[in-house]
């Protein structure tokens, strides 16, 4: 397996743009976390899906970010007008949280990050 | 809600040398805990995880942790640092609700 792929890798774009990153999970997957890393505030959680459900969107910072999952392979999360301040690096991560045989049960697999800079 | 506390930011240590990397957490039910390792420029990835089976865990490239319920810890160790292993580490912890809560992350520096 390819392991979580995300992309792009790296984005430059300034302020007001409207900025869209992509991630693929494991397949077989059926969670999936967006987090965020910066050195101020360490990595948080944005949201988490479940089946493709958002179940909990409570990490999201404010309505200029929007996350969706339209089926298991796929998720996007958006930044409509980006800041500076969301200048960091987001991850998204897939896991197992049922017990699926073959899968390892409640185990989190991080992407390569998507490093965004906003000027 | 669960957190987890990681004491030091920092830690230095010679190639050959104990590696001792401290994490205390915080949950009101039985926990997860995790421990990840982060290189440059890339994403998180397990080293272990405690899921209420065997209180010392070992996992990849010869880290192993132990849980201890009465001092709320689960602190990672490895006998042997090599220059490979410097990284920055997170500790982590979920419970019923499968989100993982970090730690704020231990930088390890190994010198030659």
């Known amino acids: 397996d390819a392991g979580v792929i995300q992309s792009p890798r790296h984005e430059v774009t300034e302020m007001g743009q409207e900025v869209t990153l992509r991630c693929k999970p494991i397949s077989g997957h059926n969670s999936l976390f967006w987090y965020r890393q910066t050195m101020m505030r360490g990595l948080e959680l944005l949201i988490y899906f479940n089946n493709n459900v958002p179940i909990d969107d409570s990490g999201m910072p404010e309505d200029r970010f929007s996350a969706k999952m339209p089926n298991a392979s796929f998720s996007t999360l958006k930044i409509q007008p980006s800041e500076p301040r969301d200048s960091a690096v987001y991850f998204c991560?897939?896991?197992?949280?049922?017990?699926?045989?073959?899968?390892?049960?409640?185990?989190?697999?991080f992407g390569p990050g998507t490093r965004l800079t906003v000027l | 809600a669960q957190s987890v506390t990681q004491l030091g930011s920092h830690v230095s240590v010679s190639e050959g040398a104990l590696v001792l990397l401290r994490c205390n957490y915080s949950s009101s039910v039985p926990p997860y805990l995790f421990w990840y390792v982060q290189y440059p420029n890339q994403g998180l990835q397990l080293l272990l995880k405690y899921t209420s089976a065997a209180t010392l865990v070992k996992g990849i490239n010869g880290f192993e942790a132990e849980f201890k319920k009465s001092e709320t810890s689960f602190h990672l160790t490895k006998p042997s640092a090599h220059m490979s292993d410097a990284a920055e580490y997170f500790c982590a912890v979920s419970t019923y609700d499968y989100k993982l809560s970090f730690g704020a992350g231990t930088t390890v520096t190994v010198r030659a």
């Open positions: 991560a897939s896991s197992c949280i049922s017990q699926f045989i073959d899968c390892p049960y409640n185990e989190q697999f």
